[in-house]
């Protein structure tokens, strides 16, 4: 295993382009190399639409078209003086790395009110004060999304707060690159795809009529990616490669007795697992926006903010790979972007005016200007991103 990672290195030079295999490198090792600038850069900021049409609840009457331009009001501002309320944005994972790092990038801006959703409520409460987030921008809500009772313990939570939902970020994941066995979610789903994914799906199934209330400009969901699961990059093309098969492992539970642990239905493996729900992470954004952006006129968005080497999802990691990985990134690959860049990047795709088209998977290119890019065949493959869906909601209990 010391060998593999250290094999990271010269592998790496012989490596000429980026989509090219023939990559001998087996990992989970999350290259992360940045997209060349060529690629397709569009920075429309599709209007949103007026179409209220949502069945299950249908609000109050808006007079809201154009979403940049109309803003949410604050009734109580004194006379003459109409304000836009604070946005509210929940952060899932907002403990550490990228999600600690949005949630402090929007916190700062003192026009964002988040929540953090975390597991470990004292390590979130610690995270906050280090990073120095004002006591008044954020409040920590217990979430494990290893656990489907949690995640629906957390929405009544949220409801009864009284708060309005404006943005919801599905970021939190757990990566498990050396595991030999694996290990189960508290309703016995393999744990990368049962948190990373279907803790996700179910949040943010019972999150979207919150959305879909909110009067907020510009209301957005979104759901972290990954390049290691897109094919079509040079990361993504390191073994173990994401692959989702004919999706029977998902279909059969996930549970490693009378169906495998994998989506596919092949062994354990750990750095795969991490792939393919991230797959699955982007193949839901997509089917959401499909399926609701019509009606609800919310933004679907999914992004790989780059590659963050120092974060915790490398815990699991031998040491040698964690003392490389970083430095790897930074000299080599150049594709690493530290913690601050990468929650400013997210931040972008939470709040900024101009990443409002729904249904993107955004990256940065070199010079950090955010592009619209591409997924690969099967992170963008519609039949499949339905049979994900169809399969996750009868997993979670909503159909
Ligand atoms: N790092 C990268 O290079 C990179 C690249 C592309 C995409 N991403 C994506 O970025 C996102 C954030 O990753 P990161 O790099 O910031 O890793 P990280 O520092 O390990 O953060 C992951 C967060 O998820 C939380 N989490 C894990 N299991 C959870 C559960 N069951 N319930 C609730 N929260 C849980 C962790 O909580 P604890 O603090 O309690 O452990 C932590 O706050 C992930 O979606 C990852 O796939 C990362």
Same mark, same amino acid.
């Given at each position: 295993?010391?060998?593999?990672?250290?094999?990271?290195?010269? @592998?790496?030079?012989?490596?000429?382009?980026?989509?090219?295999?023939?990559?001998?490198?087996?990992?989970?090792?999350?290259?992360?190399?940045?997209?060349?600038?060529?690629?397709?850069?569009?920075?429309?900021?599709?209007?949103?639409?007026?179409?209220?049409?949502?069945?299950?609840?249908?609000?109050?009457?808006?007079?809201?078209?154009?979403?940049?331009?109309?803003?949410?009001?604050?009734? #109580?501002?004194?006379?003459?003086?109409?304000?836009?309320?604070?946005?509210?944005?929940?952060?899932?994972?907002?403990?550490?790395?990228?999600?600690?790092?949005?949630?402090?990038? +929007?916190?700062?801006?003192?026009? %964002?009110?988040?929540?953090?959703?975390?597991?470990?409520?004292?390590? @979130?409460?610690?995270? @906050?004060?280090?990073?120095?987030?004002?006591?008044?921008?954020?409040?920590?809500?217990?979430?494990?999304?290893?656990?489907?009772?949690?995640?629906?313990?957390?929405?009544?939570?949220?409801?009864?707060?009284?708060?309005?939902?404006?943005?919801?970020?599905?970021?939190?994941?757990?990566?498990? &690159?050396?595991?030999?066995? &694996?290990?189960?979610?508290?309703?016995?789903?393999?744990?990368?795809?049962?948190?990373?994914?279907?803790?996700?799906? +179910? !949040?943010?199934?019972?999150?979207?009529?919150?959305?879909?209330?909110?009067?907020?400009?510009?209301?957005?969901?979104?759901?972290?990616?990954?390049?290691?699961?897109?094919?079509?990059?040079?990361?993504?093309?390191?073994?173990?490669? @994401?692959? !989702?098969?004919?999706?029977?492992?998902?279909?059969?539970? +996930?549970?490693?007795?009378?169906?495998?642990?994998?989506?596919?239905?092949?062994?354990?493996?750990?750095?795969?697992?991490?792939?393919?729900?991230?797959?699955?992470?982007?193949?839901?954004? /997509?089917?959401?926006?499909?399926?609701?952006?019509?009606?609800?006129?919310?933004?679907?968005?999914?992004?790989?903010?780059?590659?963050?080497?120092?974060?915790?999802?490398?815990?699991?990691?031998?040491?040698?790979?964690?003392? !490389?990985? &970083?430095?790897?990134?930074?000299?080599?690959?150049?594709?690493?972007?530290?913690?601050?860049?990468?929650?400013?990047?997210?931040?972008?795709?939470?709040?900024?005016?101009?990443?409002?088209?729904?249904?993107?998977? %955004?990256? %940065?290119?070199?010079?950090?200007?955010?592009?619209?890019?591409?997924?690969? /065949?099967?992170?963008?493959?519609?039949?499949?991103?339905?049979?994900?869906?169809?399969?996750?909601?009868?997993?979670?209990?909503? #159909?």
């Amino acid at each position: 295993m010391a060998l593999q990672a250290a094999s990271l290195v010269p @592998a790496a030079f012989s490596i000429p382009k980026e989509g090219r295999s023939g990559v001998s490198l087996r990992d989970s090792s999350l290259l992360g190399i940045s997209f060349p600038d060529h690629l397709k850069i569009d920075f429309s900021s599709s209007t949103l639409r007026s179409k209220r049409g949502f069945k299950q609840r249908v609000g109050a009457v808006r007079a809201q078209t154009i979403a940049t331009t109309t803003p949410a009001v604050n009734r #109580a501002a004194p006379e003459g003086k109409k304000t836009l309320r604070k946005g509210s944005v929940i952060v899932t994972g907002a403990s550490s790395g990228l999600g600690l790092a949005t949630a402090k990038a +929007l916190a700062e801006t003192g026009k %964002w009110h988040v929540i953090m959703a975390c597991r470990d409520f004292l390590k @979130a409460e610690r995270a @906050a004060k280090s990073a120095g987030i004002a006591k008044e921008n954020y409040n920590i809500m217990h979430l494990d999304l290893a656990s489907l009772d949690s995640v629906r313990q957390f929405v009544d939570n949220f409801r009864r707060s009284g708060r309005p939902l404006d943005v919801l970020v599905c970021n939190a994941a757990v990566y498990y &690159p050396t595991a030999k066995e &694996p290990t189960f979610t508290a309703e016995g789903f393999e744990q990368s795809v049962g948190t990373n994914h279907l803790g996700h799906f +179910l !949040l943010s199934r019972l999150l979207l009529d919150d959305l879909n209330k909110s009067d907020y400009p510009s209301r957005r969901l979104i759901i972290v990616g990954s390049i290691t699961g897109n094919t079509n990059t040079l990361a993504g093309n390191v073994p173990p490669k @994401a692959n !989702l098969g004919d999706l029977r492992g998902l279909a059969g539970g +996930l549970n490693g007795l009378n169906s495998s642990s994998m989506i596919d239905g092949a062994d354990f493996d750990g750095a795969k697992a991490y792939k393919d729900s991230k797959v699955c992470n982007m193949l839901t954004m /997509q089917e959401f926006h499909r399926r609701y952006h019509e009606e609800t006129g919310i933004t679907f968005a999914s992004l790989y903010p780059g590659c963050i080497a120092t974060t915790g999802l490398f815990r699991e990691h031998i040491p040698l790979f964690r003392t !490389l990985f &970083p430095p790897f990134q930074k000299y080599i690959t150049k594709g690493y972007v530290s913690e601050d860049e990468a929650g400013e990047r997210l931040a972008q795709v939470v709040s900024d005016p101009s990443l409002t088209k729904s249904g993107v998977y %955004w990256s %940065w290119n070199r010079a950090s200007a955010s592009f619209e890019n591409q997924l690969s /065949q099967e992170a963008s493959d519609t039949q499949k991103a339905r049979k994900v869906w169809e399969i996750s909601e009868k997993l979670v209990g909503l #159909a």
